[in-house]
């Protein structure tokens, strides 16, 4: 059982001031990070406790991050994470360097972030402990982080793993075996723009009572 006494009541910071559609309707991938440019830990404390707010199940609160600050353990990460990127395209396309990547591939922007994390600023990893039926709570305070990151002006994007890179991935950082990974969040002030952002028409994507019946809106 929680103990309520050590829980904290946060209110919104003034930084935050973003309206939430602004905020989500220019979100992007940022991939091209400032590197000589860092986060300072107040920013970093924003987005930490924006994540801590997200709605999840049985206010059971099973998300914990890691911040990787150090310069010498990103770059070793980063090492590890673009042989991640390139293991699942091996597995998923039998592709092994970016020659191999067909032009206009929708892959072409992610290739970037697997030589771009070594620079990263700071790097976000995402875990859960505790009951397993609640370890997907994690995604809400996720995306709380990253809309927070766009108000800050803070790039960001959700990215994952490998199994190849996992056993080295926890040796590197401490991380107790039965705490289970989710998802890594490169944080940094980005080299280019966020949105607007072209999206499938939910039209197209959405149906209506039952599958393949299209919303009032599909006109």
């Known amino acids: ?43 970093i404390k924003i987005l930490l406790d924006a994540a801590s707010k997200a709605p999840n199940g049985g206010n059971a609160q099973p998300g914990r991050f890691l911040v990787v600050r150090d310069r010498d353990l990103i770059r070793r990460f980063g090492a590890l994470y673009h ?46 402990i505790g009951n397993a039926a609640m370890a997907h709570s994690i995604f809400p305070a996720v995306q709380n982080l990253l809309l927070a990151g766009r108000a800050l002006g803070i790039g960001s994007v959700l990215t ?18 039965e705490i289970e990974f989710y998802c890594c969040i490169p944080l940094g002030w980005p080299r280019g723009n966020f949105g607007p952002t072209r999206r499938l028409p939910t039209a197209r994507t959405t ?3 039952r599958w393949n019946e299209s919303p009032p809106w599909a006109g």
Not at 108 to 114: F, Q, R
């Open 83 to 128: 042989e991640a990127w390139w293991a699942k395209r091996r597995d998923e396309y039998g592709w092994t360097d970016k020659k191999d990547i067909p032009v206009g591939s929708v892959y072409t922007m992610p290739a970037l972030l697997a030589d771009e994390m070594v620079n990263a600023p700071v790097v976000v990893l995402a875990f859960s």
């Open 207 to 209: 149906y209506w009572n």
């Open 160 to 177: 994952t793993l490998h199994p190849q890179v996992m056993e080295r991935v926890y040796a590197l950082f401490d991380i107790p075996s």
């Open 1 to 43: 059982m929680k103990n309520e006494d050590s829980m904290v009541r946060l209110e919104s910071p003034p930084e935050l001031s973003m309206p939430i559609g602004e905020a989500m309707f220019s979100q992007r991938a940022i991939r091209r990070l400032d590197k000589d440019r860092p986060i300072d830990d107040a920013r």
